[in-house]
């Protein structure tokens, strides 16, 4: 049986995350050129394929598009009202909570939403939850947008979306961190700049990958390398003995706040 297609609009769909999943979903082929629609204030296309529609009124988007992307930064959210209850409204928003988004939508079929820049690659985690006016049909057509960006769940709890947000919605994000350290620490004792960036790019583009394959968790691979008992197992007990698991918490806890506070 043949798929349902529909039309996706992207309000936002010039910025950094909806160009990343415009990109995505015309890559992915869920969804053509023509039958998907871009708006912001300035009506600019992106860089997007010539096909799209773009359009600068919100409404002009919504009485085109079956599903409706909210890809906005939070603070003009309150302003929105697309007055669409009868579209599928799919918000990834970071701490735009349900109420406002079914205020903005105008009823309750809506769904909020994480996902990241990633999703050009398609290779976004995109987690969500349904609001109460979500048909098991619509389930399926959020599956089926965030499977063509990456993998996706769906969470029965809505305040857990604020910690996708801290931990999945940047990428790099906080994996960047760790990066940025590592090449600090090689610049210090005299490695080139350029070789310290080029040698923890290649690290954590395969450590990326190698985590990404199989079935070994992240502990398994630390397990793996300290029961190798080598050059690493030394420096990863210094690690599991060492304050950063409470310090990464303490970061993760203020983006959560963040975006609590949005
Ligand atoms: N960037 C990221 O890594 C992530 C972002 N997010 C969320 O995605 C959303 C978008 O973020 P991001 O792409 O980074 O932001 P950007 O600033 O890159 O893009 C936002 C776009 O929205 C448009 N816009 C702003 N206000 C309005 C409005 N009132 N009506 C219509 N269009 C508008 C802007 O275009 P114009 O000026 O032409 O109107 C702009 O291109 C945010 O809510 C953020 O929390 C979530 C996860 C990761
Ligand atoms: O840093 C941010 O605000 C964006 C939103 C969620 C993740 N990154």
Redesign the pocket.
Known sequence: MARESFTIGILGGNGM?GGAMARGLLDSGIVAPDDLWICSRRGSRGGLPLDVNATRDPSVLAGACDVILLSVP?ASADALRLDAPDRLVISV???VTMDRLEAIAGGPRVVRA?C?PAAVKRLAYAPWVAGSGVALRDKTTVTRIFEALGKTDELKDEAQLDLF??LT??VP?FAAYFAEVMAGYAEARGIDPRMADRAVRQLFRAAGEMMAEGDKTPTDHVQQMIDYDGTTAAGLRVLRASPIPDQMAEALDA?VE??RSL
């Open positions: 995350l939070p928003m970071a701490g994480m990241s947000t801290a919605g940047p994000g983006a963040k975006s």
